[in-house]
Nanobody, 124 residues
Framework: QVQLVESGGGLVQPGGSLRLSCAAS????????MGWFRQAPEKEREFVTS????????SDARFVQGRFSVSRDNSKNNLYLQMNSLKPEDTATYYC?????????????????WGRGTQVTVSA
């Protein structure tokens, strides 16, 4: 079982940056693909990015457009999301999640462990 806790959200102006973190506890973090998802009010949860268990492969949603970067530190059981050039439409609750897959995984249905989320608000 894996427990996930996100942090680092907040209010930022358009064009600004935030770095989200996800601390994992329990077993299996280093063997699992990890992902970031987000959900805006009245919208479905959507895939943002994922990183393979080894950290060597990543996969991004089209809207990321090189603005976000996912990374992980398997020695510390931590996952990160560096977000730059933030836009108002990036406003959402951001969730980290763990998939039993070892390669990058874009399918929300594959992820079996989820954090509670951290709010990101992009507004002037």
């Amino acid at each position: 079982q894996v427990q996930l806790v996100e942090s680092g959200g907040g209010l930022v102006q358009p064009g600004g940056s935030l770095r989200l973190s996800c601390a994992a506890s329990g077993r299996g973090f280093s063997s699992r693909t990890m992902g970031w998802f987000r959900q805006a009010p009245e919208k479905e949860r959507e895939f943002v990015t994922s990183i393979s268990a080894s950290g060597l492969s990543t996969s991004d949603a089209r809207f990321v457009q090189g603005r976000f970067s996912v990374s992980r530190d398997n020695s510390k059981n931590n996952l990160y999301l560096q977000m730059n050039s933030l836009k108002p439409e990036d406003t959402a609750t951001y969730y980290c999640a763990a998939s039993p897959q070892s390669m990058t995984d874009t399918d929300v249905e594959d992820y079996d462990y989820w954090g509670r989320g951290t709010q990101v608000t992009v507004s002037a």
